[in-house]
């Protein structure tokens, strides 16, 4: 027997171990699901106007809302959300997050942009601002002006003034006569926030057509300052105008505003540290577009992990105890072999714990169905080695060597194991594609155990074994063979009489 290729595969699996060990070492750890580590559970619906039905593709809008609201997420860097479709409604969860105030706004912002220019400025207390839109109201039942209609929309009301007095804020919000649509938040190629004097702003790049529209408008409101009129250009978030910038005296008339760029100045009246998380949060989602449809959060929630928690440690403490029965019955029964079976079970758990730790850094977050998944495993790991030490039994019990029969019984062992890999690791992958949430991640975590079960019995079980059956450490006795037939005191005495 050719013992190289036999150590340099131990030596193999020594160097993931090791990668592995240092890997976990060095503090990476795995991300906890909602339900082990707690967060936020929402569910929004989307909101039609009175007596609309639903469009035919409403589906489709649902679909795209969906990845919007997944974009956004992701740029926040949270762990494994889950954001799915349940019925007409989008189904939010996501891990480890606290802000809920902050990510409820996030997540439910339509982020329709516009700009549009102003064609009068209604102060408070004139006839004209009377006229307006009630300010006090929901902006989704203020009367909607449409991007071809002149209209009047109300302004952003003061921050710090709308959190102490909501009504006394609505009564002194400005009011504009705002024409048509200019330019879209469509053409926004980037934003992103940009610090603007003693606070924050949120800068756009447009791009190639929005930018000659912006040129355009601009250039047309530099005239009308030229020509003593308002010359304000109302950029106009979710119906509510955020600010009406007037043109600088070096936008020239009918050149405008070049280059592509401008600005939102947002956060009147609130601090350096709230500017600047409005800006990042408005560039955010300017950045990854516009919902395509308004949504209401029907529920909205902090999830404790108190349960999740205590099902994890009774999982754990289960899984334990059935390590260590399943352990002492392999070593009495299998005796060396049986070590073996339970070095092969260290080095999977070492492993497939490093695996996690890095599927972590890319996003993964480990659940509850996950660690199911994962104790599922251990016992498909241990019964490999099982099929392998029965079938070197047969094989010996037949009346081969114990070197030949290891031979043998690997290769009839692998191929049945490789067959039962191959039926979980299709059902796996299955079930990832067409579960949604918890599930696939048990799918997720059955699948990589499959994987390496049979990398393990190949690299470590298989080498391992096949030297030791060199050994006196392997016989007819260690191997629990039975004992061979005696022959017959008639055969041994030379013939029949």
């Known amino acids: 027997m050719n013992k190289q290729p036999l150590i340099a595969s131990l030596a193999v699996v020594l160097i993931v171990v090791l990668a592995a060990s240092i890997f976990i070492g060095l503090g990476n750890r795995p991300n906890l699901g909602l339900d082990l580590q707690g967060g936020i559970s929402a569910i929004y619906t989307p909101q039609l106007p009175d007596g609309e039905p639903f469009p035919d593709d409403f589906e489709d809008i649902l679909d795209e809302t969906i990845e919007v609201i997944r974009t956004r997420v992701d740029s926040l860097g949270v762990a494994e959300p889950d954001i799915s479709r349940s019925g007409t409604d989008v189904l939010v969860q996501l891990p480890g997050v606290s802000e809920a105030d902050r990510l409820r706004e996030l997540i439910g912002t339509t982020a329709q942009l516009t700009f549009r220019p102003v064609i009068a400025v209604l102060s408070p207390g004139s006839e004209a601002w009377e006229e307006g839109p009630d300010c006090s109201a929901p902006v989704d039942e203020r009367p909607v002006v449409g991007d071809d209609e002149e209209g009047i929309l109300c302004g952003a009301p003061s921050a710090e003034l709308a959190a102490d007095d909501p009504e006394a804020a609505a009564a002194l919000v400005t009011k504009y006569l705002v024409g048509p649509v200019a330019l879209t938040g469509d053409r926004i190629n980037d934003a992103f926030p940009v610090v603007s ?23 047309e409101l530099a005239c009308e300052r030229d020509a003593g009129q308002p010359g304000l250009l109302a950029i106009v ?25 401008a600005q939102i100045t947002t956060g009147a009246g609130l601090s350096v540290d709230e500017q600047r998380q409005e800006a990042e949060d408005l560039a955010l989602v300017l950045r990854t577009g516009a919902l395509p449809i308004s949504l209401e959060p029907a529920t909205f929630e902090t999830v404790s992990p108190t349960l999740g928690a205590e099902s994890l440690r009774a999982g754990l403490m289960a899984g334990l105890i059935g390590l260590v029965l399943v352990g002492i019955w392999l070593t009495l029964f299998y005796r060396w072999l049986g070590i073996v079976a339970l070095g092969g079970l260290a080095i999977f758990g070492v492993v497939l714990f490093g695996i996690i730790a890095l599927l972590s850094r890319l996003g993964f977050a480990l659940t509850l169905a996950g660690v199911a998944g994962i104790i599922v495993s251990i016992g498909i790991t241990a019964d490999s080695s099982i099929i392998f030490f029965e079938r070197i039994r047969d094989e010996v019990n037949l009346g081969k060597t114990v070197r030949t029969a290891v031979r043998r019984a690997f290769d009839s062992a692998f191929r049945t194991n490789l067959a039962g890999n191959t039926v979980t690791l299709a059902a796996a992958v299955i079930l990832y594609f067409l579960a949604v949430g918890p599930v696939r991640g048990f799918a997720l975590m059955l699948g990589i155990a499959t ?32 004992d061979p037939a005696p022959r017959s005191a008639a055969m041994s005495g ?4």
């Open 197 to 219: 004097g003693p606070g924050y702003s949120v800068s756009l790049d447009l791009d190639s057509q929005g930018a000659t529209e912006f040129a355009a408008v601009t250039g």
């Open 494 to 497: 030379g013939g029949v009489r």
């Open 237 to 261: 978030l979710d119906g509510v105008v955020e600010s009406a910038p007037t043109m600088n005296p070096d936008v020239r008339c009918g050149v405008g505003i070049t280059g592509g760029t």
């Open 451 to 482: 994987v390496l079960d049979l990398l393990i019995m190949w690299g470590y079980t298989r080498p391992t074994v096949f030297l030791l059956s060199g050994t006196k450490l392997m016989n007819r006795r260690t191997v629990r063979a039975a």
